[in-house]
């Protein structure tokens, strides 16, 4: 939702609480994928807010696992007839969503100054596209775009797909993504990059917006959404259908999104009145036109397509004819697995590692094989049994093995009570916080939660292990978990305790330089990880700008090419986590008396004995926990990953073991499967600190 | 002479020059490539127009202005936010700072039985993937009634610095000699007083690392929050930015501007503690 819209539903909603005084309603806005993960979360734990709004695909796994209520009893026919039957979201033969706008729809935009008529065929728009894309200062770089979008990106491929009458689904939920019209619709966009050369040869959404933004494209396709801020720019922008493609006569055909309110199944039948009021009335002819004249957004409501104030606005008449050369976006949860499957393959073939056929197969391979194990229904009464059996065992073995030191404790505690006082409210904040979410893990690694099992879950042994081992590309994904996590940890700590003992020399200015070195820390992680994504941009970004000027280097692919990808990821974060050793050196450098120093000096050492035989000996008490953690943390760390490469790209390469759990788990909401993974990353990692912390001998006092 | 002037007369004439160039030469180097993104994120928010990116490298970016500032200050709740952050992060400072000061003591100084366990069992807290703890654990702070209150997110976040913060002190500890408690001891100090009044004192550079972590984990924490936190009027920081961002139509200019702002206090306090973190003098006086 735009800033815009935001506001203007705002408004109304004031509106409404001054009509219905001790009525309070508040709006709280989470970015769409946030939105939906939460509000799972707490329909589950029974509470959510009553009215959840979005696009419409987020309909099928809500329904699926029972968390919105149907609306046909809520909503009268004849109030419904009024709405365009996209808005009306049925699944499964009930009513979840009534949507007030419909969107979300690619059109082409262009700019007027550079394209005086928009392309109607495929044929045209390459035409245009050839004269514009040129380099006019002959300095061998494109200076000016014909066509620029965020082409990587499955759902700004699928007019294409659709163009060449291809589709992503039949009616059986069935995915349809091996077809000739998937394989042309591929070459058609590699031709446009490879061939006819009118696109950038690399874009991803923030290059392709800059681009036309700038003046530097004369043509972008994107959404409803982007539009008024082409105007902001100031380019003279207008919208048209997107072209026909010529060899089978159809439209480019984007996806349509209705976006609109469904109901919380918590929502008690008391509260039921009030919420169809509040809707009614967010929903009434004059504040969907109030929306639509304000913002530019699509109503729902049919009459208001006639009305004056739209039927005569051009954007509203472009807008309007795309919708009707729209299909609707499926709102099944199996579009889930097959944006999943389309992503890797896709940009496989983008970046010339497989042919447009090979894509095609492994498309439909993956989305069957994802839709299979979203949809899996798996019990298992004697796996049940072995676990409780096992847990049984277990805590005999632990009451076993622990019996001399539980006496122990009894026997010593009037003599070691001073100790216990002192860590016992730390203790327990722990435990308070951490053992619940902990052992609800544990039973959850062994339960076959997922989507067809979200509240009726119930143990069936370890085959969620067993998955998580059959698993191909755990092992992948494990090496490049250990390479991510030891490259990290090693630049940390060299570049952190290196630049710790130069402060530590307290020359003049020293003090700038360790207050200017923590500013990585201090800034919010996720603006500069994106701020890095667009420095490894292979053709605007500074870091190449660099190689190439500078270093008389060859300009280096960093976000197409995967090992490339993974060393940007890494080199993001050796500059996000280097200050944080920085500080913990210092600190522990304070700790070495100077006197040392001044004896090595009388004995003639050389300052790399100082720093084998004094510094680091020294400092290692109070560097080790810290790179224990830091090891722990970095193999964790989820954030950088995600952002700096996309969520994995190119192709799902770039994944270190939590970032795979998180995409292949829980985007398809497999829980049991999560949960095992997590135990497994979990196990991984306390063997890690077992055996480092045997071999530092960190539990140990030095003195 | 003027002091500075005074100063780089002195350097000039230790016999170390070389060294110190080098020293300088390099901290130069990298503060640049460590300020680079930095200043990136300042073009971002003084250029027109939300762009994320630009074609251009240039630092003031055409038309350039500060009125996202502005706008973040005058018709955003923004102070609100560092408010409520402020709080929280204030409180979690303090817990972290009490209960790691003692339990980092209790772990460094004593045997007893329990020890190893409990050191491993802090570490263990932070293996496990925390997205997948957020379920339970929203449940459970439903079932406590702490859902939209400060108290649920002020004791996440405790627990969250605390394993780190404890060992963090449990390792400075390790390096104070034991024979400073033993002769506050034989002077009349009971165990509690050898702990705070010698011991608590010398160990300011590593209190120092504690505040500052359990400062920054509650100062820029988000998923924990956005799920407790329900009643925007008492939005921390991190939630407040999130705002500004959605799906393809990010308020970049005011997210940038907002994260540069979000910054400043951490390297206030940085500033403020840095001369219990760099003087030296803490240890050098006693040991040897």
Redesign the interface.
């Given at each position: 939702m735009r800033p815009e819209e935001k506001n203007i539903l705002q408004r109304q909603i004031d509106e409404y609480m001054k009509l219905h005084p001790g009525i309070k309603i508040i709006q709280l806005y989470k970015e769409t994928e946030e939105m939906r993960s939460g509000y799972i979360v707490a329909a589950i734990g029974g509470q959510g807010p009553d009215l959840i709004y979005g696009p419409s695909d987020q309909v099928g796994p809500f329904a699926d696992m029972e968390i919105i209520k149907p609306l046909e009893n809520v909503f009268s026919k004849e109030y419904l007839s009024h709405f365009n039957e996209k808005a009306l979201i049925t699944y499964k033969g009930h009513l979840w969503q009534l949507a007030d706008k419909l969107g979300n729809h690619l059109t082409l935009v262009y700019n007027k100054n550079l394209v005086p008529v928009p392309p109607k065929t495929d044929k045209e728009l390459i035409e245009i596209g050839k004269k514009l894309t040129v380099d006019k200062n002959h300095d061998g770089r494109i200076d000016q775009y014909g066509l620029v979008w965020n082409y990587t990106e499955p759902y700004f491929f699928i007019p294409f797909l659709t163009g060449f009458g291809g589709w992503v689904l039949d009616s059986t939920n069935t995915p349809t993504l091996n077809t000739p019209a998937m394989i042309n619709a591929l070459k058609f966009i590699g031709n446009l990059r490879d061939k006819y050369k009118i696109i950038p040869g690399e874009a991803d959404y923030d290059i392709a917006d800059v681009l036309f933004k700038e003046g530097k494209a004369g043509m972008i396709i994107n959404g409803d959404w982007s539009w008024s801020s082409y105007g902001n720019a100031g380019i003279n922008y207008g919208i048209s259908v997107l072209p026909i493609i010529t060899e089978t006569g159809k439209y480019a055909t984007p996806m349509v999104a209705p976006k609109g309110y469904s109901i919380n199944i918590n929502v008690g039948g008391g509260k039921l009145g009030q919420i169809k009021d509040l809707l009614e009335f967010l929903m009434s002819p004059e504040k969907q036109l109030e929306t639509a004249v304000e913002v530019k957004t699509f109503p729902s409501r049919k009459e208001l397509y006639s009305d004056p104030k739209l039927a005569n606005d051009e954007i509203f008449i472009n807008s309007k004819n795309q919708i009707d050369h729209g299909v609707a976006l499926p709102i099944v949860t199996e579009m889930r697995a097959i944006w999943d499957a389309m992503r890797p393959a896709y940009q496989a073939v983008l970046g010339g590692v497989i042919t447009p056929e090979k894509a095609a197969r492994q498309m439909q391979d993956e989305a069957i094989k994802k839709i299979k194990e979203m949809r899996e229904d798996y019990e298992d009464p004697v796996g049940r049994t072995i676990v409780y059996a096992i847990f049984l065992l277990a805590i005999i073995a632990i009451l076993f093995f622990t019996r001399k030191s539980i006496i122990a404790f009894f026997k010593n505690f009037m003599r070691d009570r001073f100790a216990y006082y002192l860590l016992l409210p730390a203790m327990l904040i722990m435990l308070a916080v951490i053992m619940y979410p902990f052992v609800y893990n544990l039973i959850l690694s062994v339960s076959n939660m997922n989507l067809e099992h979200i509240n009726d879950w119930s143990i069936v042994g370890f085959y969620q292990y067993v998955k998580v081992f059959s698993e191909p590309q755990f092992y992948t994904f494990f090496v490049k978990t250990i390479i991510w996590t030891v490259s990290n940890i090693i630049f940390h700590v060299v570049l952190g305790v290196t630049l710790a003992l130069l402060i530590n020399r307290k020359l003049p200015g020293s003090g700038i330089f360790r207050t200017l070195l923590i500013l990585p820390w201090a800034i919010p992680q996720y603006i500069v990880a994106l701020t890095w994504r667009g420095m490894f941009n292979y053709e605007y970004g500074a870091i190449n700008l660099i190689l190439v000027k500078y270093l008389s280097m060859s300009p280096v692919e960093w976000l197409k090419s995967p090992v490339e990808a993974f060393m940007a990821v890494i080199i993001t974060n050796i500059w996000l986590g280097f200050p944080f050793m920085m500080i913990i050196a210092l600190g522990a450098l304070q700790s070495i008396p100077k006197e040392l120093y001044e004896a090595a000096d009388i004995d003639g050492a050389k300052w790399y004995h100082k720093l084998k035989s004094i510094t680091i000996p020294l400092i290692k008490p109070v560097m080790i926990p810290a790179i224990t953690l830091g090891v722990i943390w970095t193999f964790n760390n989820i954030n950088v990953v995600w952002l700096v490469s996309n969520a994995g790209e190119p192709s799902d390469k770039t994944h270190i073991l939590v970032s795979f759990v998180y995409k292949a788990a829980f985007n398809l909401y497999r829980y049991g499967y999560a949960a095992a993974f997590s135990v497994v990353i979990f196990l991984i990692l306390l063997s890690f600190g077992l055996t480092f912390l045997k071999r530092t001998k960190a539990t140990e006092s030095i003195y | 002479m003027p002091s500075?002037q005074f100063?780089?007369y002195n350097?000039m004439n230790r016999k170390k020059t070389f060294a110190?160039i080098l020293?300088?030469l390099?901290?130069i180097i990298?503060?640049l490539?460590?300020?680079?993104?930095?200043i990136?994120?300042f073009t971002?928010s003084v250029r027109?127009?939300?762009?994320?990116?630009?074609?251009s490298?240039s630092i003031i970016p055409e038309n350039a202005s500060f009125k996202q500032y502005i706008e973040l200050f005058t018709n955003r709740p923004f102070l609100l936010w560092v408010w409520n952050s402020t709080i929280v992060s204030f409180v979690v400072t303090v817990t972290g700072v009490?209960?790691?000061s003692?339990?980092g003591?209790?772990?460094?100084?004593?045997?007893?039985?329990?020890?190893?366990a409990?050191?491993?069992?802090?570490?263990?807290?932070?293996?496990?993937?925390?997205?997948?703890?957020?379920?339970?654990?929203?449940?459970?702070l439903?079932k406590l009634g702490l859902?939209n209150s400060y108290l649920g997110i002020i004791?996440?976040y405790?627990?969250?610095a605390?394993?780190?913060c404890?060992?963090?002190m449990?390792?400075?500890y390790?390096?104070?000699?034991?024979s400073l408690e033993e002769s506050a001891r034989i002077d009349g100090c009971n165990?509690?007083q050898a702990f705070y009044k010698i011991i608590f004192p010398l160990a300011a550079?590593?209190l120092?690392?504690t505040a500052?972590f359990s400062f920054?984990t509650a100062w820029?924490e988000y998923i924990v929050a956005?799920?407790v936190l329900?009643?925007?009027s008492l939005y921390t920081l991190?939630l407040g930015?999130?705002?500004?961002?959605?799906?393809?139509?990010t308020?970049w200019g005011l997210?940038?501007a907002a994260?540069?702002i979000?910054?400043i206090p951490?390297?206030v306090i940085?500033?403020l503690l840095?001369r219990w973190?760099?003087?030296?003098l803490?240890?050098?006086s006693v040991?040897?």
């Open positions: - | 500075w100063k780089l350097i110190d020293t300088y390099f901290l990298f503060t490539a460590a300020l680079y993104p930095v990136n994120v971002i027109p127009n939300d762009r994320l990116l630009s074609t490298l009490a209960l790691a003692t339990a003591y209790a772990i460094s100084r004593f045997k007893f039985v329990g020890k190893q409990s050191m491993l069992g802090l570490l263990t807290t932070q293996m496990f993937p925390a997205t997948m703890l957020l379920l339970p654990m929203y449940i459970m439903i859902i004791i996440v405790s627990a969250t605390l394993p780190f404890v060992w963090q449990k390792g400075y390790d390096t104070i000699p034991m165990r509690w550079p590593a120092v690392i500052l920054m820029s956005a799920q329900q009643d925007t991190p930015l999130k705002l500004f961002q959605s799906n393809l139509t308020e997210y940038a994260s540069l979000v910054s951490v390297v940085f500033i840095s973190l760099v003087s030296g803490t240890l050098g040991k040897g």
